[in-house]
């Protein structure tokens, strides 16, 4: 376990040196935490009741049904953008690591530490939780800040209970999570097989495609993503996180890191 | 301290070391010669359980490679190729990292130790990449050390070093055989060799050849003594010819060449009976081959040492 603790200092001493790194875990979740304050700030009391009826019927299960048109029309557009955090899940891993385990194998240190008497688990486990962490924590904080910035803002506590819903709770501390594993995975399967971390980051960045899907099939009213079909992703998340971890186990061997990362 | 039997380690089509039998005594400062792609760092490698032998075993410091890799490590050093430091983080930090690996008992203080001991102590905070070549090197030779292994492997530790630096390594190597390290050196440096080791490998896929330079040399090329005379002619050339312990005379630039097995005690016979032929002996010297002749005459020809 010191090991592990090792590795994840000697990450962070790293790669928060970087320019791109210290972009994405810094900025990322300040922007993603503005864009649903805004929306607020922008509906903020300008709907009137009437307009509610032009809405498409699925609005209505986001709201109690207490709630008024343009609460519940704001209520609805926050909701829209709630997947936008589930970006920094996925972004943040992916560029630490692209980073992480390119800058290792362009300065040639993987040898002399592969020398040592770590396993290859506590590598990989250091590695990935040095991804992971800093990746979470700017979910939850990001998350956070909305969440204040929503309180200060929203004076009705039914609609600010309303944006709160369970369904955002679970994306945010339960899916956030399980995708920034898929992100960190993917992340070092595709730095080991390229020579820049740009490159690296890119087709990590492809994982967005999926989650952009979602977005905008929601978006479209195509469905509705309620409590049942956010934990049913969860699920599907950790058997794909199962796969990718049995992978990169069979990966991350001694040899397989000298001879094949190039 | 290393048994190897029959090591052999293949990449797909290449084979890469063929068949390695070698046997290296504690203290013993071993040189492994051959050219580029002879499958120098491979053999490290496999040895410091860092890639698996396709074939054969080996015993490193008691510890089967293979069967007990994490002893292996931690009772071994590996000076890499590159240096491999991370350049970002100071000179310091780099060793920290790696004495916290290995679990060594007192960290900060084996890192001050070796910061001291190479020269590095007073820039221990300077990030690497401000430092040259030979300080990174020397910082790496530090990093092998910190858990104070009993076999040191360096690869090619002067390669790239300008001659200060080298020889400031090449001292330090001497001065860890003092101490009772068992080192085995990777090598292009012939010179270095010849000086450093007590036994030298030649190598090349396969062994071609093991023993000290100074046999290496006469078995190669036997023992040869140079006579300068100033009148020499073929009547001194055949009474020379006809001694029973020469094994051959000759004439060359107006110099006699002898090949013989005990110069040290024939040598004053040989003189006797040249004076006696009227010769007019200016100078008699040995005839030291470099190693530098063994070692080309070996790689060339691919094989055993010719007689
Ligand atoms: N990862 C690898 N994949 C495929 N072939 C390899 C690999 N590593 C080494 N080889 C091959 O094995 C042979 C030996 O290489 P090795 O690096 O051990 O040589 P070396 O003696 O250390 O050479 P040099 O003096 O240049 O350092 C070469 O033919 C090389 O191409
Ligand atoms: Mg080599």
């Known amino acids: 376990m010191n090991k592990v603790r090792t590795i994840i200092r000697k990450e962070w001493a790293e790669v928060f040196r970087n320019r791109m790194v210290l972009f994405s875990v810094a900025f990322l979740p300040l922007l993603m935490a503005a864009i649903p304050l805004a929306i607020i700030f922008a509906s903020r009391g300008s709907m009137t009741t009437d307009q509610y009826g032009e809405m498409p019927a699925q609005v209505e299960t986001f709201c109690p049904a207490e709630l008024s048109g343009g609460d519940c029309f704001q209520v609805y557009m926050v909701s829209q ?50 991804a992971l962490l800093p990746a979470i924590a700017a979910t939850y904080i990001s998350f956070g800040i909305f969440s204040l910035g929503a309180w200060i803002m929203i004076p009705n506590p039914a609609v600010f209970a309303a944006m709160m819903d369970a369904r955002w709770l679970i994306a945010v501390f339960l899916v956030g999570p399980l995708l920034s594993l898929v992100s ?41 993503i309620n409590r049942e079909l956010i934990l049913y992703g969860a699920l599907f998340l950790l058997l794909i996180d199962a796969i990718l971890i049995f992978l990169s186990t069979q990966i991350f061997q001694r040899e397989t890191i000298l001879t094949r990362w190039k | 301290m290393i048994q190897t039997e029959n090591l052999t380690k293949r990449f797909g089509s290449t084979l890469a070391v063929k068949g390695l039998n070698l046997s290296i005594e504690q203290g013993e400062v ?13 053999t490290v490698r496999m040895l410091a359980s860092l890639i698996s032998p396709t074939q054969g075993r080996a015993v490193v410091n008691g510890f089967e490679v293979g069967r007990q890799d994490d002893q292996i490590r931690r009772s071994v050093g ?69 858990h104070e292994p009993k076999v040191l492997f360096l690869d090619e530790p002067t390669a790239a070093l300008d001659p200060e630096s080298a020889r400031l390594v090449r001292d330090f190597i001497s001065e860890l055989r003092r101490e009772g390290r068992t080192i085995f050196l990777c090598t292009h440096n012939l010179d270095e060799a010849d000086r450093l080791c007590d036994r030298i490998a030649v190598f090349k896929t396969r062994l071609l050849v093991v023993d000290t330079p100074e046999r290496l040399r006469q078995q190669m090329f036997g023992r040869k003594v140079v006579f300068h005379l100033r009148n020499l002619d073929e009547a001194m050339l055949s009474k020379v010819s006809e001694l029973p312990f020469v094994s051959e005379a ?34 008699v010297g040995e005839l030291r081959y470099s190693l530098e002749e063994v070692y080309l005459r070996l790689v060339r020809n691919d094989g055993a040492p010719a007689t």
Do not use: C, H
């Not at chain 2, 040189?31 to 499958?39: D, K, Q, S």
């Open chain 2, 250 to 283: 000759r004439m060359v630039d107006g110099r006699l060449l002898v090949t013989l097995d005990d110069p040290e005690k024939r040598n004053p016979e040989i003189v006797r009976q040249l004076v006696m032929e009227g010769a007019e002996i200016q100078f």
């Open chain 1, 184 to 224: 960190v995975n993917v992340s070092i399967m595709i730095s080991s097989r390229v020579t820049d971390p740009r490159a690296a980051e890119q087709l990590t960045a492809l994982l967005v495609v999926p989650l952009l899907a979602v977005f905008f099939g929601q978006f479209a009213g195509l469905f509705v």
């Open chain 1, 81 to 130: 953008f709630m997947l936008m955090f589930m970006i920094l899940p996925l972004a943040i891993p992916s560029t630490i690591s692209a980073y992480s385990v390119i800058g290792e194998k362009t300065s040639r240190t993987l040898e002399p530490l592969l020398a040592t008497p770590i396993t290859t688990l506590e590598l990989l486990a250091g590695k990935s939780l040095a």
């Open chain 2, 30 to 42: 071993f040189g492994f010669l051959g050219p580029n792609g002879a499958g120098k760092t491979t």
């Open chain 2, 78 to 146: 590996v000076l890499t190729e590159t240096p491999g430091l991370y350049d970002n983080l100071s000179a310091e930090y780099n060793l920290r990292i790696f004495a916290e690996l290995y679990e060594v008992r007192d960290p900060a203080g084996q890192v001050e130790k070796y910061l001291r001991m190479l020269g590095l102590w007073e820039r221990r905070f300077e990030p690497t990449a401000t430092f040259s070549k030979g300080m990174k090197q020397k910082l790496a030779i530090a990093r092998a050390l910190l």
